[in-house]
């Protein structure tokens, strides 16, 4: 931690300051501190939209091991190598590891990950602590602190599913000392947790600062029932759920496909995203989809079509893409097997992953405009099933009505709907639990979920040595990763997790 907070103290000063002024080049680096700014609305601003940037393009150099925050691509990488879903290719052992359930708490990948998340964290405490002392405008000042404490939240969430117990920082440090705290229990960060996301959800104004990637009331109740979901909540996971849907704000896109294109992003089904742009108008700003997930393709006399800049290091499993219906909407869109250039000749190569490839608006593949998708409406609809299904240790008809839904979209292949995937029925409590976990894997391939599923289901085990992942080593020890040994080695407060 003492690492972290060092960081994360001096250059949020820097970064935050130097965004909100003009005369950059006469401001020496030595007087800055938290009392020459934060006094006008303007600041409150600048301190705000920094937290974004540490949660999409972090403050790290380009070509530094730690460029990117939280949603850059480890949120969607990690959550799905270290599952049944996809194996590693990139020669790495930082990643190859964590795919084959090997890696111990010096992988630096886990380390940058916990940064990221503190990072994050502390940026978010430096608004919820400082903009309520600026005069300003009383509800733009609420909606500030108010997107300050979902990203809280969120990053703690986030956290506390991984680490467990992890050090509950709610204030902003401005010291070594303050920042070298002990793990908190898993209780108290949960209620710090659910504390923020009410107090978002009642001051989030719906006229300031809407939309492009920033928190409305609905996300925080929509992560609320999240939360509740992975507490074992379910009655309050339940009826957030149900009140997420009762508010008429979203709708499920009638065709799977348009939920990834560029012309679609905040709107329909997503709750929430992080906002990215690989736009040069705003700077280096794109995550990393294509990049990852991508074939790399074969050009011949010059031809510069198709990804140009894609390596294909998460490639689904075989047993991820034969568990789908061949009919299943959801295969064609999320996996590619093949690509024809303009003179008509073909490659084919194995399943890749390209769920996220608006081929028309960004026919090249490389740097993308696409949003990383954290909450969207689909997945409303199966926590309401899934709690349901715990709450009355079966499937009620209201639980069959939501998972039906979403199998229902799946049989639309873009032109027509197909009888397959018929509606469930006649199940009991663990073959309706077995049908959610199996419905959440169709849907939400490399968005973030997969791990938490199958921990949360107790199946990782099962599934993972099930899948046919090669020289994985998994076990229930697995069910949490390590605490960095970096911040153990600088914070003696903090003990390692049961295993590592």
């Known amino acids: 931690m003492k690492k972290i907070n060092h960081f994360i103290f001096t250059s949020a000063l820097l970064f935050l300051f130097l965004t909100s002024c003009d005369f950059l080049e006469e401001i020496p680096e030595s007087v800055i501190n938290t009392n020459s700014f934060y006094k006008t609305e303007s600041d409150a601003i600048a301190a705000t939209n920094a937290i974004y940037d540490y949660m999409t393009v972090g403050t790290q150099g380009i070509f530094d091991e730690g460029f990117g925050g939280i949603f850059f691509n480890d949120f969607w990488v990690l959550k799905d190598i270290l599952s049944d879903n996809c194996k590693e290719t990139i020669t790495s052992a930082e990643y190859q590891d964590l795919s084959e359930f090997k890696f111990t708490p010096d992988n630096i990948r886990i380390e940058l990950y916990w940064e990221d998340l503190y990072k994050t964290i502390f940026s978010a405490n430096i608004v919820i602590d400082r903009v309520p002392l600026i005069e300003m405008d009383a509800i733009k000042k609420n909606h500030l602190v108010s997107e ?36 908190s229990d898993v209780a108290s960060i949960y209620a710090a947790i659910i504390e923020d996301l009410k107090y978002s959800a009642d001051h989030l104004s719906r006229s300031y600062r809407v939309g492009n990637g920033r928190p409305i009331p609905e996300a925080c109740i929509a992560l609320l029932s999240k939360v509740y979901l992975e507490m074992g909540e379910y009655q309050l996971a339940a009826k957030n759920a149900k009140a997420v849907m009762d508010t008429g704000a979203f709708f499920l896109w009638e065709d799977y496909g348009d939920i990834f294109k560029l012309d679609n992003m905040n709107s329909g089904e997503i709750i929430f995203a992080a906002n990215f742009s690989g736009t040069q108008s705003q700077g280096f700003k794109p995550n990393q989809y294509h990049v990852r997930l991508l074939p790399p393709m074969i050009y011949e006399n010059g031809r510069k079509e198709g990804p140009q800049n894609a390596w294909g290091w998460e490639v689904p499993t075989d047993d991820l893409y034969n568990s789908y219906n061949i009919l299943d909407r959801r295969r064609a869109v999320t996996f590619i097997t093949s690509f024809t250039y ?37 997945e409303i609809f199966l926590i309401y099933a899934e709690a349901l299904n715990e709450i009355n240790n079966g499937p009620t008809d209201d639980a069959y009505i939501a998972i039906n839904k979403i199998r229902n979209r799946a049989r639309f292949n873009g032109i027509e709907v197909l009888p397959i995937l ?56 697995h069910n949490l990763l390590p605490i960095p040994q970096r911040e153990i080695n600088l914070n003696p407060n903090l003990i390692q997790n049961t295993g590592y």
């Open 148 to 183: 300050a404490k979902f990203i809280r939240a969120l990053m703690y969430f986030e956290a506390v599913r991984l680490y467990g117990e992890v050090p509950l920082l709610l204030y902003e440090t401005s010291s070594i000392a303050e920042a070298s705290v002990e793990r």
């Open 342 to 378: 303009s003179d008509g000749s073909t490659i084919n190569f194995d399943p890749h992953i390209s769920k996220f490839w608006d081929q028309e608006k960004e026919p090249e593949g490389n740097s993308t405009d696409a949003d990383v998708i954290y909450l969207r409406y689909a």
């Open 422 to 477: 018929p509606d469930l029925s006649g199940l009991n409590y663990q073959e309706f639990k077995d049908a959610v976990l199996l419905e959440r894997r169709l849907e939400f391939v490399m968005e973030g979920h997969r791990y938490h599923d199958l921990v949360r289901m107790n199946k990782l085990v099962e599934k993972v040595n099930g899948s046919g992942k090669e020289n994985t080593a998994v076990s229930a020890t």
